[in-house]
């Protein structure tokens, strides 16, 4: 195999690896923080007799999830940066041993605290995918940009499917349900850690480093010259505040979506747990098709602004008929252009970014767009969860399309050429039309 190849296929299972063990932890996530809350400590019963909450376990499994997202918008533009400086490989080796630590803390604890230091751990480490799409654009010319981004959206697709469904199996395993009852540890969570683990090794015997000593070096030199943050040099890019807002608009919008789904089928259907998790599956499955099979035949043919246009158009037209569209088939097949519009805009728009930034400055961007995201993360339940509760679903999911809408009209005014400030490395231009 090629070594672009070879690394090319490293970034991909350690992304996947990776995002199995994250998938595993998601769905089992918030019944876990509930049952802590349970039994609350001192100063969580003051908040709750202090905010009169009906139902405070779900108050703290919202806690400990947006914990989480917190922490990551906070530190992912830090660890992309650090890896301009230091190299990709060794950055994204302690995050997934960090990652590990997180999960071994959640498998052993039995306080809410501690679940809620071990997901800040986590979203500190969970940084580590803005550093692996970084490590894929440095061995990636900038017109395969879109499929080498596709890859990684695989990853994502195939952890995101056979995560719950291994989170299903641990749980109910007889092994899982002897080792909670003899010795309060859970199988699921040490499961992910384990996988942390193992991703952690293949970095180590697999992945070479991706990043040029050349181009660590102009980094390094760009920071003794007074390098403004992350954020701020990726604003001062033309087009990259667009992307930006597109980024975090999309995410909000189907972040809404996935906080609220399994309320609505179950209000609409009379759907449970398992009916729902068939249908993220399936989702994840549509995900996965999109981004490593699709994505290949349409990055040859179809410019990246018009990607990103047809897929928050797919997005924001099929959110909201969620609502409407009638149980099965109508209802199944708004999910496919639902799905592949999110592929679409996802691929897009990190190919159209990481075209119009230097070399030595792609760890801070995807750093920065991962963080962008985290925001949507962090947006996107909160006002979908509310909008679901104060008007109904109905209302949730046409806010949902909003958002992408309002990204819809950020992407149309996206020059159609971009360049990168005139003391960019020869070569950084990249095609945006």
């Known amino acids: 195999m090629q070594p672009g190849k070879r690394a090319q296929m490293a970034i991909f299972f350690t992304v996947f690896i990776d995002l199995l063990g994250f998938g595993i932890v998601i769905p089992l996530l918030p019944l876990y923080a509930k049952s802590l809350a349970t039994h609350p400590s ?16 779900a108050f ?53 605290e501690w679940a809620i230091a071990a997901r800040m751990l986590a979203g500190i480490m969970g940084g580590n995918i803005s550093v692996a799409q970084a490590a894929m654009a440095d061995i990636t010319a900038k017109e395969d940009r879109s499929k080498a981004m596709g890859l990684i959206g695989a990853a994502f697709g195939l952890g995101f499917v056979g995560g719950p469904a291994l989170a299903g199996v641990l749980s109910g395993s007889a092994l899982g349900k002897a080792m909670l009852a003899q010795h309060g540890l859970h199988l699921p969570f040490l499961t992910a850690a384990g996988l942390s683990l193992l991703a952690s090794l293949m970095v180590l ?14 980094a390094k030199g760009e920071d003794r010259h007074g390098r403004t943050h992350a954020m701020v040099a990726a604003l001062k890019r033309p087009g990259m505040p667009q992307i930006l807002g597109i980024a975090m608009l999309a995410m909000s919008g189907f972040a809404m979506m996935e906080s609220t789904f399994s309320m609505m089928v179950q209000q609409r259907f009379g759907f449970g747990q398992r009916e729902v998790g068939f249908l993220f599956a399936g989702v994840g499955i549509l995900i996965v098709i999109y981004q490593a099979g699709l994505v290949r035949t349409l990055a040859k043919r179809v410019p990246e602004r018009t990607l990103l246009l047809v897929g928050l158009a797919l997005m924001a037209a099929f959110l909201p008929l969620q609502a409407y569209a009638p149980w099965m088939w109508p209802f199944l097949l708004v999910a496919v252009p639902l799905a592949w519009g999110s592929g679409m805009n996802n691929t897009a728009t990190l190919a159209l970014a990481s075209q119009i930034t230097p070399a030595e400055e792609q760890g801070g961007l995807f750093g920065v767009i991962s963080a962008m995201q985290g925001v949507g993360r962090i947006l996107g339940p909160a006002i979908g969860t509310f909008v679901f509760a104060r008007w109904g679903y109905e209302a949730a999911y046409w806010t949902a399309g909003t958002a992408v809408a309002v990204g819809l009209v950020m992407a149309l005014s996206l020059p159609r050429r971009s360049a990168v400030s005139q003391d960019a490395p020869e070569g950084a231009v990249g095609r945006v039309s």
């Not at 001192?42 to 376990?57: E, I, S, Y």
């Open 42 to 57: 001192g100063w969580m019963t003051w908040v709750n007799d202090l905010l009169a909450f009906q139902n405070p376990g």
């Open 60 to 112: 703290w499994a919202g806690v400990v999830m947006v914990s989480f997202s917190f922490m990551q918008f906070l530190a992912s533009p830090i660890l992309g940066r650090i890896s301009d400086l230091m190299g990709r490989r060794p950055v994204l080796w302690a995050s997934l041993i960090g990652s590990a630590i997180g999960y071994a803390i959640l498998a052993t604890t039995h306080r809410l």
């Open 205 to 218: 015997g697999w992945l070479p480093e991706t990043l040029t000593s050349e181009v660590r070096s102009r």
